[in-house]
């Protein structure tokens, strides 16, 4: 970033630039060209579905020079650099006024780890979020324009289709001349149908170290986790959080400091007054504010990875220096995560967002877009008061009152970089809540107020969230309805709002609310007719004794069901009724005006038009159909002058921009700024084909076709998708008549690659369902109408049509693969998924991904592992390829007791981490290292065997992750304390032997557990420190607890943030529990000295599991131990064995 600096003196024109920058990159990986259905998945608290987005999950270890497309701007005071390629976010952000210090993280390499929704994430500088929470095109490519303003000011838009929702979401970052203040300008737009659901925060990373410090509004007195899942005091916690008891470390328990705070947490403010939150770099003498309407921007949130071994190692993950940061984020519509809120079918949100530098003043306790304020109180009574401001404030008067009597009555001039400072004055009274410091312009406008908050010790702490009640608890039907509201609003991934829904028409099988909410879902899953009944009932009831009901809603869902059944007339009919109400009146008159552009009536047209946007202005597509339908009336003047004014506002509506090419006949800018993604082109010619024209659809479709798609420098697999874009090109000229070109296309779209053909739009699942009923198009038809419906939960419509594309073509893998994938998670029908996954495999030997999920139906089938291992040996090619496939091929040679091959697979490769997934390959060095310690150990080679031991402690940084600051290491201590005692360092091992004793619960699955396999070890080192008795109550609790286990019913924790273990295939939950707690069972007796109990319990672990590394190393261990003396194995074991060792 080399763009010059403006002469200081009087404010300099804003600069403003798109250009490149070349940034050392470590590429992601080839996006995945199987379709990933993770139905179950849990992503930060709310659904990790990822479909129609291809995956990616993996990260390149060596970087490469990459060029960026880059926005700049610059003017006196500051210097922004955004990326429109990885999602549209500020990469850089200086203080010019402050030796150019970065305000924001600033990245110097561009080093994605796992973190993504749907697989790439970089930290750094500031991401924009939404819909749901890491933006699901995060680390794909966004629209860009340059917007200058009569005054000088200039905004950098960008903009992009959510690939999820089709949502528009647009974004401005806006400077102005003179100025420091960033202004973030954000416009969402619905241009779908239905009605969506968002959350949207601005993700600010902030790069620290011991000396830097959050702030929050000073009335912010206790702060929420996730969901509000549980409460801490603030800014002091005075409470265990995330399972450390910050109680117990004073000194070392406010939360606004990044030291203090060892594992990875996030806290939320619940309430407060004020409008404004930042950071400050104590180091760097500077920092920065955030600053928001707190009516539509209550959400300010801190996370951080935390400030211990596991966080350093997802700091090396992000960047090369190792620079840790912390997120400081501002939700809009939302306060919490997940938080969602709705947008309505065609509504436009609007508002702005601003942060500005802060310089000298500490962490300000007041601050809005203006000026910022520091006043406090230290020893002595002394005053500690300055003032920062975004813009130079002349003779601005300050005074400070003490109970309204004048301390401090002066004129200064401030700006940005030179703040106003003062620490003469002293405190009269006792009450530093009796001071007020007003700041005023030379005019005598006040510009900021800020009184000291007075001192609350008894703050009451709401209770946490709690889990909702089952359907069949719930006592009401409002209670049923609300619960899958809620559900549904909040994408839980877990919970299914349907469940409610049904639940409350067993009662009552016209309640109107439920038969719409299960209606709207039958909607977005193509079942029109479904729909249509749910809506139809609910119109009987809410009609039953007045004909206008006082929602137009069932009737608004009533159209749309009959318009995609074929039936223009009955939509016509309900959306008229849907106008009726007001809420409903600007959605339902703009699908009024695309029927009647169908029928050619281009007069009622414009009357409904004028009509929608009486009641939604900003609705973008309605102006721009007025537009359409004055071309087609052939006045030009009046179409090219409401595009220009919608454009005005919104210069990225790719709509807008295709019209306004239509009339030049150029077309290269509105190619270039969308950068012929097939996926707005599919947009677009939907948005034609509702009003009939067809045509004009198949021309911009036409233009697709002919243009490549523009290189980018992230990943953009959908941009060419040709079998879909041929196969609604085919259905388009059917529309018209056309049968000879509808084949041609239909031809073509048949013998077009399936490769991304992820259709996700119910216009597109129309198209299929029609393309499927042609002759010969039953391959890719099919396989990609299967892809839709399996992910809309239509999981035996998918089969259906994933068999017929099977049908028409037997060799191909992706269907064959997501037939085994529906076999087993629909069906249950374990030999029929095999059959097809070894026959997916066998069409396309060189596919990891296929092998990989080969091999975990067979684990879940219970194959025996030593013929996994084989299969999986005779194609390391493939293996060495994944980090999954590399942990798996480890975690079976530890299981067959191989563990050198084990740890020279594991060590010979560099590991990338899923947030939420971390510990699978630390879980199988920890074996490795141990298992060949007390293999040493068993041969009389303790030196060998303590350095086994003392690695597993301390794990390489090619790992990519490292132990959670709660995770147990009671087996690490253990067999350290053996190894040390083997050596004859008796003080050694006791010390071993302690900290492995005094270890409590564990850290397992991303979750703080009270017992864990590893308590069977504290229990060992109990006893061998000489307490036999806390040995046995330790035993006998975790027996108790495994019997607890067993009795309960598996159930998934209602407020999970992470579900690693369950992705592409389905779990038996309980199983797994039941197995689980067989297993804890068997430790506990193995402690006890039962050990025919024991070795019983382990058996039946690998029975039910052959794959379970514990019980085999359990059994391993005392077939070992029976090769020893009885006094051996009362020193092994912390008790006399009361079985025979033989029987294992």
């Known amino acids: 970033m080399q763009n010059p600096s403006g002469p200081h003196g009087a404010a300099t024109p804003v600069t403003a630039t798109l250009s490149t920058v070349t940034i050392p990159t470590y590429a992601a990986g080839r996006p995945e060209i199987h379709p990933l259905f993770f139905e179950k998945r849990v992503y930060q608290g709310s659904s990790g579905k990822v479909y129609p987005i291809p995956f990616i999950d993996k990260v390149q270890d060596r970087p490469q020079p990459v060029t960026y497309r880059a926005a700049f701007l610059e003017n006196d005071y500051l210097r922004l650099m955004m990326l429109p390629e990885?999602?549209?976010?500020?990469?850089?952000?200086?203080?010019?006024?402050?030796?150019?210090?970065?305000?924001?993280?600033?990245?110097?390499?561009?080093?994605?780890?796992?973190v993504g929704l749907a697989g790439p994430w970089i930290s750094g500088g500031v991401e924009f979020n939404w819909p749901q929470h890491h933006r699901p095109g995060t680390f794909m490519p966004a629209d860009v324009e340059l917007e200058r303003e009569a005054d000088g000011a200039c905004t950098v838009w960008m903009s992009e289709h959510d690939p999820m929702t089709r949502l528009k979401g647009m974004h401005g970052v806006r400077i102005r001349p003179g100025s420091a203040l960033i202004e973030l300008r954000v416009r969402l737009f619905n241009r779908t149908a239905v009605t969506r659901t968002f959350l949207w925060w601005a993700n600010v990373a902030a790069r620290v170290h011991d000396q830097y410090q959050s702030f929050f509004p000073p009335d912010v007195r206790y702060v929420a986790d996730h969901a509000k899942r549980s409460m801490s005091s603030f800014p002091v916690a005075e409470n265990a959080y995330y399972g450390v008891r910050y109680a117990e470390r004073p000194g070392a328990n406010d939360l606004t400091w990044y030291k203090n705070i060892p594992v990875p947490t996030s806290y939320m403010v619940?309430?407060?007054?004020?409008?404004?939150?930042?950071?400050?770099?104590?180091?760097?003498?500077?920092?920065?504010?955030?600053?928001?309407?707190?009516?539509?921007?209550?959400?300010?949130?801190?996370?951080?990875?935390?400030?211990h071994a596991f966080g350093w190692a997802w700091d090396r993950e992000l960047s090369d220096d190792a620079g840790p940061y912390v997120e400081l984020m501002a939700g809009v519509y939302?306060?919490?995560?997940?938080?969602?809120t709705y947008l309505y079918p065609y509504e436009t949100k609007t508002f702005s967002q601003y942060w500005w530098p802060i310089q000298q003043t500490g962490p300000v306790q007041c601050a809005n877009a203006c000026a910022a304020i520091r006043l406090q109180v230290l020893s002595g009574r002394r005053i500690q008061a300055a003032v920062a401001v975004s813009a130079p404030l002349r003779n601005a008067r300050l005074r400070l009152l003490e109970n309204d009597r004048p301390l401090l009555d002066l004129t200064a001039d401030i700006e940005p970089g030179k703040p106003w400072q003062n620490a003469e004055w002293r405190l009269r009274g006792e009450d530093p809540a009796a001071l007020c410091l007003t700041i005023e312009d030379h005019q005598g406008k006040a510009v900021l107020t800020y009184r000291p908050e007075p001192n609350r010790s008894n703050v009451q702490i709401p209770s946490p969230a709690t889990a909702p009640p089952l359907p069949a608890e719930v006592a009401t039907n409002e209670?049923?309805?609300?619960?899958?509201?809620?559900?549904?609003?909040?994408?839980?991934?877990?919970?299914?709002?349907?469940?409610?829904?049904?639940?409350?028409?067993k009662r009552d099988a016209c309640d109107a609310r439920s038969r719409i909410a299960l209606g709207r879902r039958c909607l977005q899953r193509a079942q029109f007719a479904e729909a249509s009944e749910h809506f139809d009932r609910a119109n009987a009831r809410l009609t039953e004794r007045h004909p206008n009901p006082i929602t137009g809603e069932a009737f608004y869902y009533s159209g749309l069901a009959r318009q995609f059944l074929g039936d223009d007339e009955k939509a016509y009919e309900a959306f008229y009724k849907a106008t009726w109400d007001y809420a409903w009146r600007s959605p339902a008159y703009y699908r009024l005006?695309?029927?009647?552009?169908?029928?050619?009536?281009?007069?009622?047209a414009l009357h409904h038009l004028d009509l929608t946007l009486i009641t939604n202005r900003d609705h973008n597509h309605a102006v721009i159909l007025c537009a359409l339908v004055h071309r087609q009336k052939g006045e030009p003047g009046l179409a090219q002058r409401e595009l220009s004014e919608l454009l005005a506002r919104d210069p990225l509506d790719q709509w807008a921009r295709?019209?306004?090419?239509?009339?030049?006949?150029?077309?290269?800018?509105?190619?270039?700024?969308?950068?012929?993604?097939?996926?707005?082109?599919?947009?677009?010619?939907?948005?034609?084909?509702?009003?009939?024209?067809y045509r004009e659809a198949l021309d911009l479709l036409a233009l697709h076709d002919k243009t490549p798609a523009a290189p980018t420098a992230t990943p953009n697999p959908l941009a060419k998708v040709p079998a879909l874009t041929q196969f609604v090109a085919a259905w388009l000229w059917e529309r018209l008549g056309q049968e000879q070109p509808s084949r041609k296309a239909l031809a073509e779209a048949q013998q077009s690659s399936p490769e991304y053909l992820f259709p996700s739009r119910l216009q597109e699942a129309v198209v299929l369902e029609w393309a499927l009923k042609q002759n010969g198009s039953a391959r890719n038809a099919g396989f990609a109408l299967g892809n839709f419906l399996f992910d809309a939960r239509r999981h035996e419509d998918a089969i259906a049509a994933w068999e017929r594309a099977r049908n028409a073509d037997p060799a191909c893998p992706t269907v064959l693969r997501n037939l085994g994938i529906a076999y087993w998670n629909v069906r249950r029908d374990g030999q029929a998924a095999r059959e097809m996954y070894a026959k997916a495999f066998a069409c396309d030997p060189a596919d990891a991904r296929v092998l990989f999920e080969y091999d975990q139906l067979r684990k879940k089938l219970n194959d025996p592992p030593d013929e996994r291992l084989e299969f999986l040996l005779a194609r390391m090619d493939l293996?060495?390829?994944?980090?999954?496939?590399?942990?798996?091929?480890?975690?079976?040679?530890?299981?067959?007791?191989?563990?050198?091959?084990?740890?020279?697979?594991?060590e010979g490769r560099r590991f990338h981490p899923w947030e939420g997934g971390e510990g699978q390959v630390l879980r199988q060095y920890t074996a490795s290292r141990i298992k060949l310690g007390r293999k040493a150990l068993h041969h009389g080679l303790a030196h060998q065997a303590l350095t086994h031991f003392e690695s597993a402690y301390d794990p390489p940084p090619a790992l990519g992750e490292a132990y959670h600051y709660l995770q147990a290491k009671a087996d690490v201590n253990y067999w350290k304390g053996r190894a040390c005692r083997a050596l004859h360092e008796p003080e050694k091992a006791r010390a071993h032997f302690e900290m492995s004793a005094t270890e409590t619960g564990d850290f397992l699955e991303m979750s703080v557990t009270e017992h864990s396999p590893l308590t069977f070890y504290r229990g060992r080192s109990l006893a061998e420190l000489g307490r036999p008795e806390q040995a046995k109550a330790l035993f006998e609790s975790l027996a108790t607890h495994a019997r607890n286990m067993q009795a309960e019913p598996a159930a998934i924790d209602y407020f999970t943030t992470s579900l690693p273990l369950m992705l592409v295939f389905d779990e038996d939950l309980q199983a797994r529990k039941q197995t689980e707690a067989v297993f804890l069972l068997g430790l506990a007796q193995r402690g006890l000295g039962d050990l025919d109990s024991a070795i019983a319990s382990f058996k039946q672990v690998l029975q039910r599991d052959r794959s379970h590394l514990g019980a085999g190393e359990q059994l391993q261990e005392l077939r070992e131990a029976s090769e020893r003396t009885p006094e051996q194995h009362a020193s092994d074991d912390g008790f006399l064995s009361t079985g025979r060792h033989d029987a294992v």
């Not at 005006?593 to 009622?604: N, P, S, T, V």
């Not at 190619?671 to 084909?689: K, P, S």
């Open 86 to 114: 990885i999602g549209g976010r500020i990469h850089v952000a200086q203080d010019k006024t402050n030796h150019d210090y970065d305000f924001f993280y600033r990245q110097d390499v561009i080093k994605p780890a796992l």
């Open 270 to 307: 619940v309430h407060t007054r004020y409008g404004f939150f930042g950071g400050y770099d104590y180091r760097a003498e500077g920092g920065f504010v955030h600053v928001a309407n707190r009516h539509v921007s209550p959400g300010k949130k801190q996370w951080t990875w935390g400030n």
């Open 334 to 340: 939302t306060e919490n995560q997940p938080d969602f």
């Open 479 to 505: 209670g049923l309805f609300l619960i899958g509201e809620h559900l549904e609003q909040y994408r839980h991934p877990t919970r299914d709002p349907e469940a409610y829904w049904t639940e409350a028409l």
């Open 593 to 604: 005006a695309l029927l009647d552009c169908r029928a050619g009536k281009f007069e009622e």
């Open 658 to 693: 295709y019209e306004m090419a239509r009339w030049s006949g150029g077309f290269d800018d509105f190619i270039g700024g969308c950068r012929n993604d097939a996926q707005i082109f599919l947009d677009l010619a939907f948005d034609y084909a509702d009003g009939g024209f």
């Open 879 to 906: 293996v060495t390829r994944r980090d999954d496939l590399s942990t798996e091929v480890a975690a079976l040679l530890n299981l067959l007791d191989r563990p050198e091959q084990a740890l020279q697979l594991i």
